[in-house]
């Protein structure tokens, strides 16, 4: 992955702050480039952080953990789980 994003070895993300948005790796791996390309055109608002994952996690404060670690805690952090949103209704 490129655009911008580095990867978070440890929490084993791709994170660019700049677009305020983070995919876990398995949901880069596992999804198709057209997911790929409707989560990246998603404008975020800069109050928030948008983090896609291809499972919920079991705890979603990691979330938290993580801006803290970007050193951007006052993000509110949204969590996608590989669903691309088509016209109201969700697909994967």
Do not use: K
Not at 71 to 89: E, I, W
Request: proline share 4%; glycine share 6%; net charge positive.
């Amino acid at each position: 992955m490129s655009r911008g994003f580095t990867l978070m070895r440890h929490r084993m993300l791709w994170i660019n702050r700049d677009l305020r948005i983070a995919f876990s790796y398995e949901a880069a791996r596992d999804h198709g480039a057209g997911w790929l390309t409707h989560a990246l055109a998603e404008r975020v608002p800069e109050t928030d952080f948008v983090f896609h994952f291809s499972q919920v996690p079991a705890n979603t404060q990691v979330c938290r953990e993580i801006l803290n670690e970007l050193a951007m805690p006052y993000l509110t952090p949204y969590v996608r789980v590989g669903a691309l949103r088509v016209g109201g209704a969700e697909r994967d």
